[in-house]
């Protein structure tokens, strides 16, 4: 594992969209499940949506039917389009493997207002 750097976040109203970006370095990307997770001050870190090296995906269930995860395998770069956003999405956001860490990102902010 050696970079992960995430992008797109932004401060929108509720209702509105966002779509986040990972660019990974080949070594942690290729063959690896990749997970989107959210961190707040008054919450343990929160795996909001993972998807296999094949596409498999899995959602939170707090999150299921708003956001969608994909992955372009060519790019080593996972996306995460959230609509309908809620103030409760209200994160710092982070990429990285599903289990077996090595550094972690800077994350990306997502403020929603009501």
């Known amino acids: 594992q050696v970079q992960l750097v995430e992008s797109g976040g932004g401060s929108v109203q509720a209702g509105g969209s966002l779509r986040l970006s990972c660019a990974a370095s080949?070594?942690?990307?290729?063959?690896?499940?990749m997970g989107w997770y959210r961190h707040t001050p008054v919450k343990q870190r929160e795996l909001v949506a993972y998807?296999?090296?094949?596409?498999?995906?899995y959602y939170a269930d707090s999150v299921k039917g708003r956001f969608t995860i994909s992955r372009d395998n060519a790019k080593n770069t996972m996306y995460l389009q959230m609509n309908r956003l809620k103030p409760e999405d209200t994160a710092v956001y982070y990429c990285?493997?599903?289990?077996?860490?090595?550094?972690w990102g800077q994350g990306t902010q997502v403020t929603v207002s009501s």
């Open positions: 998807i296999s090296s094949g596409g498999s995906t």
């Open positions: 990285n493997t599903l289990g077996d860490f090595g550094p």
């Open positions: 080949a070594s942690i990307f290729k063959g690896n499940a």
